[in-house]
């Protein structure tokens, strides 16, 4: 069992930085891979970020590649996505995930976190 929680979220204007976390709990945290996901209102969850358990194994989505950069701290049990220059359509709920793998489906991950906004002003 996992239970995750993420913070960093809040309003920015477009163009700044915001880093998330996801602080896990439970002691098989390490075995699991990590994503990141988005939910605008109105629209489906829409992947972001991945990683795999070991950090070797990196997956992003085309709208968020070379502007977003997902890494995980095993011995804090912690998942980040560092988000840099941050438009109006990055405005969404984040969500993180843990599965069994690297995978770009929701439906592919078995635990969730209650999700953080995040708004992005132009």
Known sequence: QVQLVE????????????RLSCAASGRTFNTYAMGWFRQAPGKEREFVAAISWTGTILS????TKGRFIISRDNAKRTVYLQMNSLKPEDTAVYYCAAGSRVLLQPTGYDYWGQGTQVTVSS
Do not use: E, W
Request: hydrophobic content about 30%.
């Open 7 to 18: 913070s960093g979220g809040g309003l920015v204007q477009a163009g700044d930085s915001l």
């Open 60 to 63: 992003y989505a085309d709208s």
